[in-house]
């Protein structure tokens, strides 16, 4: 999934780095507008850095606008893409700046259109809670498509203005993105960005069908794309196909550290890699490859992260260490991510500390772990990513200390709300928190809420191993031997190629 705008500070020069000559490339997709130049040179340098735009490869992009004005210098409308490229890098003076060169350059009436909607778009991400800003920004871009109908990149923009936020890219894209998307479709068969941004629509809507097919297009049609591997991994992942999956991830991971190392750049500048690398290190987990999910984790954990979104699903490595029996090594982690400069990430290193005691038996340590993380939060923008794993917290404290019906009614609000989730990072975190949530119960006999997280996780997720597990403990407490023993060897099937200690556990 593409991060989001809120972002912590690191010390990379986004301006040196945008500098950097950058040769034509192929494999990553065609995406053409024709833009006022002279020099065929400096168009294939725009649209290259358009197709960049449109997979999230915001440094290559940048490179490339930057290169298509070294050949043309009054090419404005690239100044303006530029912009784009350089508010996502997390460069706002370089943002400003270069569209305020777009506006004092002489442009065509199709590049100045596209000159004033990306200024319009600026406005509305200044204030992304002025809704009457980005009222203006929809009506200029349905009066641009009046004007230039047959202009795939405005109805692409159309589509993603769909969403509430203004800085939307296309990941956030909703059930009414679809059809801008599918109009950009049809006026050019040979654009990849359309499918693209309607994988995202269909996964956001809950269409996995339709999202699966999209994204396979998106990778055929983008190959040496990292994303566009990465995206065809999501909605495989959802129907089941994790071995596909990971290949697909596995893929995406070896073209990111491949254009890192040529690149020489380090790992924390990419969003994407660690990104990629975290639904890697979740899919061996998802699929009980264990040594190979720590392995990934850890790396992971170990990367400096620009976004805090990114630095926030740090979590996962202390999540998985306390799910693995590993609750003190768990704490230490969770320890690293309190002591975050940014209180968000604090936060969800408090809430990973508090499960980690309440799996040790600290009752009142792990109260106080959420007071902690209450505490950080307060008044912190982007506080909102820590509120359902705080509120899963709270009610696991309930339920280990004999609260039972506070911690029913919090524990499934808490199931509820994470199911309602978009995106392939929470739809994972939310199989491994009602996993969790199961473990919970059971571990103090509440075998009435064992079977319902069972069948929320059968709900969410029929594919998993752990679903068939959850779900045979429940029956085996029940007296069914013949239901615990057909969901043990469906899970033991779906397990085909787990760690030797995960299909040991699965005879126990």
């Keep these: 999934m593409v991060p989001a705008a809120i972002v912590l500070a690191l010390a990379f020069s986004v301006a040196d780095f945008a500098q950097r000559p950058v040769p034509l490339r192929t494999g990553i997709g065609s995406a053409h507008d024709a833009v006022t130049t002279a020099a065929p040179e400096a168009q294939k340098f725009y649209d290259q850095g358009l197709a960049y735009l449109h997979s999230y490869v915001w440094l290559e992009a940048a490179r490339s606008f930057n290169q298509a004005l070294r050949i043309d210098a009054q090419l404005a409308i690239a100044h303006a893409a530029?912009?784009?490229?350089?508010?996502?890098?997390?460069?706002?003076?370089?943002?400003?700046?270069?569209?305020?060169?777009a506006q004092s350059l002489a442009a065509s009436p199709h590049d100045a259109r596209h000159i004033d909607l990306r200024a319009a778009q600026m406005a509305a991400e200044a204030a992304p809670r002025d809704t009457a800003r980005l009222a203006a920004y929809r009506a200029a871009l349905d009066r641009a498509l009046k004007e230039f109908p047959d202009d795939e990149e405005l109805w692409l923009l159309r589509g993603q203005a769909e969403t509430p936020d203004p800085a939307e890219r296309g990941q956030g894209s909703t059930a009414g993105s679809v059809q801008f998307y599918e109009k950009a479709k049809r006026l050019a068969p040979s654009h990849f960005a359309p499918h693209h941004f309607l994988a995202h629509a269909y996964e956001n809507s809950g269409a996995t069908p339709q999202a699966l097919a999209e994204g396979a297009i998106y990778a055929k049609m983008a190959p040496d794309v990292p994303h566009a591997r990465h995206m065809h991994g999501h909605n495989l992942r959802r129907t089941g196909r994790i071995d596909e999956a990971i290949a697909e991830f596995s893929a995406a991971d070896a073209l990111d550290a491949a254009y890192l190392a040529a690149e020489k750049i380090p790992a924390e500048y990419d969003w994407h890699y660690q990104h990629n690398l975290d639904l890697l290190a979740t899919s061996y987990q998802y699929a009980g490859r264990m040594t190979k999910a720590e392995e990934l984790l850890k790396r992971s954990f170990g990367i400096e992260s620009s976004l805090l979104v990114q630095a926030f699903n740090k979590r996962e490595w202390p999540m998985f260490l306390i799910a693995r029996g590993r609750a003190q090594e768990a704490l230490a982690a969770a320890g690293t991510l309190a002591a975050n400069r940014s209180p968000v990430v604090s936060a969800a290193g408090h809430v990973a500390a508090g499960h980690a005691r309440l799996a040790l038996g600290q009752f009142q340590a792990a109260a106080d772990e959420a007071?902690?993380?209450?505490?950080?939060?307060?008044?912190?923008?982007?506080?909102?990513?820590?509120?359902?794993?705080?509120?899963?917290?709270?009610?696991?404290?309930?339920?280990?200390?004999?609260?039972?019906?506070?911690?029913?009614?919090?524990?499934?609000?808490?199931?509820?709300?994470?199911?309602?989730?978009?995106?392939?990072?929470?739809?994972?975190?939310?199989?491994?928190?009602?996993?969790?949530?199961?473990?919970?119960?059971?571990?103090?006999?509440?075998?009435?809420?064992?079977?319902?997280?069972?069948?929320?996780?059968?709900?969410?997720?029929?594919?998993?191993?752990?679903?068939?597990?959850?779900?045979?403990?429940?029956?085996?407490?029940?007296?069914?031997?013949?239901?615990?023993?057909?969901?043990?060897?469906?899970?033991?099937?779906?397990?085909?190629?787990?760690?030797?200690?995960?299909?040991?556990?699965?005879?126990?």
């Design 371 to 508: 007071n902690a993380a209450l505490q950080a939060i307060r008044g912190a923008e982007g506080g909102g990513l820590v509120a359902v794993p705080l509120q899963a917290l709270q009610g696991e404290f309930f339920l280990r200390t004999n609260q039972r019906e506070k911690g029913h009614a919090m524990l499934q609000e808490v199931v509820k709300k994470a199911r309602a989730l978009p995106g392939p990072d929470a739809w994972t975190e939310t199989l491994f928190t009602i996993e969790a949530l199961a473990r919970a119960a059971r571990d103090v006999g509440d075998w009435e809420l064992a079977a319902w997280a069972a069948g929320q996780m059968r709900e969410h997720d029929p594919y998993y191993a752990g679903t068939h597990l959850a779900l045979a403990f429940v029956a085996a407490h029940n007296g069914d031997t013949k239901t615990a023993a057909a969901e043990r060897a469906q899970a033991e099937t779906l397990w085909k190629n787990a760690d030797r200690d995960v299909l040991d556990s699965l005879k126990r």
């Design 82 to 101: 530029l912009s784009l490229a350089y508010t996502e890098l997390n460069a706002p003076a370089l943002a400003r700046t270069a569209l305020e060169r």
